[in-house]
């Protein structure tokens, strides 16, 4: 069974801090990886992606990858209350023996974080 | 730009009712669709998806089932609903481009069904 396992929430962090989530997956040869935000109700909103190794930013998002410890993080800098939400990781294995993908995605269980003025 | 449509946005339906939701996408053409529910206070647990008209997969065993009649549309089905149907429903797509091994997944709106 392939597994994404995020950090037991809720998170709460005050506004202008840095927000860490964090994320850990089962599958090794998992290919690419998804931060997807979701607001109560709401639908979820993709906000990063990463494949390579190290860090991608965008904004005051810092998604962080490291394959070798399976391990993929979401940084958000300056952290503002519209930033409370539940966020998503994702994780895609890639090809499957056969080479061919079907773009499935693997979703953890959600982090809240909550960003209190 | 591409565009994902899920309707109804609501829906409340009695136990053993037949169900249908619709799911197009616009400004794309051969996306790989999917359907996915979404439990209150749980994840994401994906139905069923499909690389092409008339190609289906199931994920989970259930009395759900869906079919894409054209190449943009997916249709979620189900011919009698049990109360554990209840939840919230997504249908995301996505493509195969530069990228092709990122594979971001584009949500619709969703659809909140409640069987009572």
């Known amino acids: 069974q392939k597994e994404v396992e995020q950090n037991s929430g809720p998170l709460s962090v005050p506004e202008g801090a840095i927000a860490s989530l964090n994320c850990t997956y089962s599958d090794q040869g998992s290919q690419s990886f998804f931060w997807y935000r979701q607001y109560s109700g709401k639908s979820p909103e993709l906000i990063m992606f990463i494949y390579s190794n190290g860090d991608k930013e965008d904004g005051r998002f810092t998604a962080q990858l490291n394959k070798a410890s399976q391990y993929v993080s979401l940084l958000i800098r300056d952290s503002q209350p519209s930033d409370s939400a539940t966020y998503l990781c994702a994780v895609n294995p890639g090809r499957d023996a056969g080479g061919t993908s079907y773009g499935k995605l693997t979703f953890g269980q959600g982090t809240i974080l909550t960003v209190h003025p | 730009s591409q565009t994902i449509h899920q309707w109804p946005a609501t829906l409340v339906q009695p136990v053993g009712s037949p169900l249908s939701l619709e799911c197009t996408v616009e400004g794309t053409s051969n996306p790989n669709l999917y359907w996915y529910r979404q439990a209150a206070g749980r994840g994401l647990q994906l139905l069923f998806y499909?690389?092409?008209?008339?190609?289906i997969s199931s994920e989970v065993p259930q009395n759900l089932s869906a079919s894409r009649p054209q190449d943009r549309q997916f249709i979620l089905s189900s011919k009698k609903l049990l109360l554990s149907d209840s939840g919230f429903y997504l249908c995301?797509?996505?493509?195969?481009?530069?990228?092709?091994?990122?594979?971001?997944?584009?949500f619709g709106p969703g659809t909140r069904l409640t069987v009572t």
């Open positions: 499909s690389v092409g008209i008339g190609q």
């Open positions: 995301a797509w996505s493509g195969e481009g530069p990228r092709t091994h990122s594979y971001e997944q584009y």
